[in-house]
């Protein structure tokens, strides 16, 4: 059964950094596009990076570009996001999800496998 698993979230400080961490169990994520979500309280769910899995495409939502580095482990089958200069407005449950194929989607209904989240607070 395909299962992809998040982990790294936690309280920071504004500034601070974080690195999110997606494993995959049960298919090879080096086969298809990962991207990563993220879902604030009261708000819809936010695609902020992806990436492909074959020409190395990368995409960035604004709201985290130059802050959010999204990268590959293929011999660890894991997919990464690192966070720096986390603002309060990062505060959320973040999700990696991947669609069937190794485009990154822009339509959040077009990735059919999903983590359970991990929880990120920034907070002073």
């Known amino acids: 059964q395909p299962q992809l698993v998040e982990s790294g979230g936690d309280m920071v400080q504004p500034g601070g950094s974080l690195r999110l961490s997606c494993a995959a169990s049960?298919?090879?994520?080096?086969?298809?596009?990962v991207a990563w979500f993220r879902q604030a309280p009261g708000q819809e769910r936010e695609r902020l990076s992806c990436?492909?899995?074959?020409?190395?495409?990368?995409y960035y939502a604004d709201s985290v570009k130059g802050r959010f580095t999204i990268s590959r482990d293929n011999a660890e089958n894991t997919v990464s996001l690192h966070m720096n200069s986390l603002k309060p407005e990062d505060t959320g449950a973040y999700f990696c999800?991947?669609?069937?194929?190794?485009?990154?989607?822009?339509?959040?209904?077009?990735?059919?496998?999903w983590g359970q989240g991990t929880q990120v607070t920034v907070s002073s």
């Open positions: 999800a991947t669609p069937r194929n190794g485009l990154c989607a822009f339509d959040a209904a077009l990735y059919v496998y």
């Open positions: 049960g298919f090879p994520l080096d086969y298809y596009a």
């Open positions: 990436i492909s899995s074959t020409n190395g495409y990368t």
